[in-house]
């Protein structure tokens, strides 16, 4: 079962965290620490497939960030931080930090929280073992003169206009890290992070459609996305 650990020291505010994540998915077990101590014996406890937290714990101004420190010695476990402290000062401390992705309270929505918490368990779970990446290959043919040519392993990708070329952009520089201002500067409105995941999202579908094993694009917390090749292989050829 997924299960995730919401750490807040407001009660009204980790119960609608709770809500939203059950209402994105239900069924799975959430798990609610209101400090550090309690959140940090339960972070070396359990096996959290993804953390929202927020960095000030009662008194402790800084609280969350000992908390990541103390996940990231252990587990790569995605951290999704939602705090009031100002996003201009902090986004970049949590950037250093590895957390996934970072939401200033008051200045979000339900529909971006929730977007942002299934991008986490969507492209934040463990690749299967024994299946290396592949990077580059014929699989993806592009051709940037022309629209909706776009083939993935000889069939077409239905995409809209933006979306193909945030994929050539990721295709381009595949292997890389593409991050979100470069990727500003492929769209002609919505210049925001939440519009280019919500455009990769459209992408990831696509391709799904076609492949269901398709995970060649990566979501690099608080970064961008990197064209990583595909990790699933044609089937092996028996022997003559």
């Known amino acids: 079962m997924t299960k995730i650990a919401v750490i807040e020291d ?21 798990d609610q620490w209101f400090n550090r101590d309690d959140a940090e014996a339960a972070i070396a406890r359990e096996d959290y497939d993804a953390v929202v937290l927020d960095i000030e714990l009662g008194r402790e101004r800084h609280a969350g960030v000992a908390i990541i420190n103390a996940i990231n010695k252990q587990r790569a476990t995605p951290v999704l931080v939602v705090s009031a402290m100002p996003a201009a000062i902090y986004r970049s401390i949590m950037k250093a930090l590895d957390a996934w992705d970072y939401l200033q309270k008051t200045t ?24 290396a990446p592949v990077v580059g290959g014929d699989e993806l043919q592009l051709d940037p003169l022309r629209q909706n040519t776009a083939l993935w392993r000889g069939q077409r990708v239905n995409l809209p206009l933006t979306a193909q070329r945030i994929l050539a952009a990721l295709y381009a520089h595949r292997g890389e890290v593409v991050s979100y201002e470069d990727l500003y500067k492929v769209v002609k409105s919505g210049r925001n992070r939440d519009n280019i995941r919500k455009h990769v999202s459209t992408i990831r579908d696509a391709f799904k459609e076609m492949d269901a ?28």
């Open 213 to 240: 094993q398709f995970d060649s694009i990566e979501n690099v917390p608080m970064r961008g996305f990197r064209w990583a090749g595909t990790v699933s292989a044609p089937p092996a050829k028996g022997k003559a």
């Open 108 to 131: 979000f929505e339900e529909n971006d929280f929730i977007e942002t918490f299934l991008d986490i368990l969507r492209t934040a779970k463990p690749k299967p073992e024994g299946k």
């Open 10 to 30: 407001d009660l009204p505010m980790s119960n609608q965290l709770k809500g939203w994540i059950l209402s994105a998915r239900p069924g799975i077990q959430v």
